[in-house]
């Protein structure tokens, strides 16, 4: 490969490394959505696109990781010296999140018969509030071990990266799918709808879109 397709190549894989990333961490935040609003039946959908993300995306950095490895060792040794500089840096890694499921949250917010309505109300949003913040603890995990990597490829594993963020994201929803909507479903239900998901909106407005153009085209193939 020439140089300079060698170089291009460089910059667009180590830019799919970020989009990877993003992905997941965009899907993890659609999740968080759901939890905000009370909507468990969204939050199980939305555990379900990903838990395929998270396949795809695994899957995906194996490939692009193996051809950057090619291609860093091609821009920086022989006759392409000088190209690319090798990083030599140690990377300092973010800390893991803590693992949070139902019992954690159970612990951190008990709610032991007989108990008052109020009682009820601070238990589930604080177990509510925890999950939200948590995921997006996860996010900022997500996306900043991705920037490591495509900093240095050797710094993390990303399959292994985004299989423990699957893991410590399905920990937390479902723990308060069971703890808040299923224990509590008539406190959802009153719940529910207090925090439109803002990707639902974006969803409903692309599929506008996409239905608007489809109709001209029809109209203009009649």
Request: overall charge negative; glycine content about 6%.
């Amino acid at each position: 490969m020439h140089k300079t397709a060698a170089v291009l190549r460089h910059r667009e894989l180590t830019q799919e490394i970020y989009n990877i990333g993003d992905e997941v961490a965009e899907y993890i935040e659609h999740i968080a959505e759901a939890v905000a609003d009370y909507d468990g039946e969204l939050a199980d959908d939305c555990l379900a696109e990903f838990s395929e993300i998270v396949d795809d995306a695994r899957q995906d950095a194996r490939r692009v990781v193996g051809e950057l490895i090619g291609l860093r060792q091609a821009l920086t040794s022989g006759m392409r010296a000088g190209i690319l500089s090798a990083s030599a840096r140690e990377e300092e890694k973010v800390p893991e999140p803590e693992l949070l499921d139902a019992s954690g949250l159970v612990d951190l917010y008990p709610l032991e018969a007989p108990y008052s309505v109020q009682t009820m109300h601070d238990s589930l949003t604080g177990r509510t509030d925890l999950v939200v913040q948590h995921l997006g603890e996860v996010v900022q995990y997500v996306l900043e071990q991705t920037e490591m990597v495509a900093r240095e490829l050797g710094a993390v594993s990303l399959p292994h990266l985004y299989a423990r963020a699957g893991e410590l994201v399905e920990a937390a929803a479902e723990g308060w799918i069971e703890t808040v909507c299923e224990d509590h479903p008539a406190f959802t239900r009153t719940m529910r709808g207090s925090n439109p998901p803002e990707f639902l909106e974006e969803r409903a407005r692309i599929d506008a879109v996409v239905a608007k153009v489809a109709a001209k085209r029809s109209r203009r193939g009649a």
